[in-house]
């Protein structure tokens, strides 16, 4: 099926950020397209003190770039080498796959003395199906055929605050 690792993404899209600023990365973030509703979702779950993480292999500095937009308590992913004056080198300092991404949650879980089966999860692809798995509930948003399979339940929609109907009645504190 010519599925690439994220190794070998990375090692394939890492030259093209060679000499790039933090500043200029956050520039071409702002123009990449993401589902609707970013913000007013993590509004929501913020009110209801749900601690939130994007959690990808993608470059760090790119869920940097989100993460800061949109008001992310947290973010994960590939890193790569800066070089003099912040900027980015090209060269894969860390790597970050699907079993990173289960690692990044469980300190996290551990961090807030948050048992795992109390975690829950939202992603789209193969490369979340084992913080699926490790998790006591997953959505699979707007997911692949796979994801959805593995996923607790499945939501297609282009408005992210839709997945606030699915994790109220499992996850979400209720309301005072």
């Known amino acids: 099926?010519?599925?690439?690792?994220?190794?070998?993404?990375?090692?394939?899209e890492a030259?093209?950020?060679?000499?790039?600023s933090r500043e200029n990365i956050t520039?071409?973030?702002r123009d990449v397209p993401l589902i609707e509703g970013i913000?007013?979702?993590?509004?929501?779950?913020?009110?209801?003190?749900?601690?939130?993480?994007?959690n990808t292999w993608a470059w760090r500095f790119m869920a940097s770039a989100v993460g800061?937009?949109?008001?992310?308590?947290?973010?994960?992913?590939?890193?790569?080498?800066?070089g003099p004056g912040g900027l980015l080198t090209g060269a894969v300092a860390r790597h970050f796959d699907e079993r990173d991404k289960v690692r990044a949650v469980a300190r996290l879980a551990h961090r807030f003395g948050v048992p795992m089966s109390r975690i829950a999860a939202v992603g789209d692809a193969r490369s979340d199906i084992p913080l699926f798995r490790a998790v006591?509930?997953?959505?699979?948003?707007n997911g692949s055929a796979q994801a959805r399979a593995?996923?607790?339940?499945?939501?297609?929609?282009?408005?992210?605050p839709d997945i606030l109907r699915a994790l109220r009645p499992h996850f979400l504190p209720?309301?005072?």
């Open 1 to 12: 099926m010519g599925l690439m690792s994220a190794q070998a993404v990375a090692a394939t």
């Open 15 to 20: 030259p093209y950020f060679s000499g790039r």
């Open 27 to 29: 520039s071409i973030m």
């Open 39 to 54: 913000r007013e979702t993590l509004q929501e779950l913020h009110r209801r003190s749900v601690f939130t993480v994007l």
């Open 68 to 82: 800061d937009r949109f008001g992310f308590d947290e973010w994960t992913g590939a890193r790569m080498n800066c």
């Open 136 to 141: 006591g509930f997953s959505i699979a948003l």
């Open 150 to 160: 593995a996923a607790s339940v499945a939501v297609a929609t282009p408005w992210l």
């Open 174 to 176: 209720a309301e005072d």
